[in-house]
């Protein structure tokens, strides 16, 4: 079980704090994009994720301003 996780924030300017949580999900070998990982923010309400693209990337909106804790899943890897 190998991969990597690649995190760009980006700041929103919106009436909360909020800011643009996007990336990549590789292998860590490979450095191949992984399609369908879920990748969830933890600690947030209401929850907070999004599913990768056919290479890998993902994008989610409304993270709350500062640390965010990831969690990445993708089933049979």
Do not use: H, K
Request: charged share 15%.
């Amino acid at each position: 079980f190998a991969w990597w996780l690649g995190l760009g924030a980006v700041p929103r300017v919106a009436r909360a704090q909020t800011q643009v949580l996007r990336g990549r999900v590789t292998d860590a070998q490979t450095l191949q994009g992984l399609p369908g990982a879920t990748v969830r923010v933890l600690g947030v309400e209401p929850p907070l994720g999004a599913p990768t693209d056919p290479e890998g990337y993902f994008r989610i909106e409304g993270v709350p301003v500062g640390r965010a804790v990831v969690l990445v899943q993708m089933t049979g890897y």
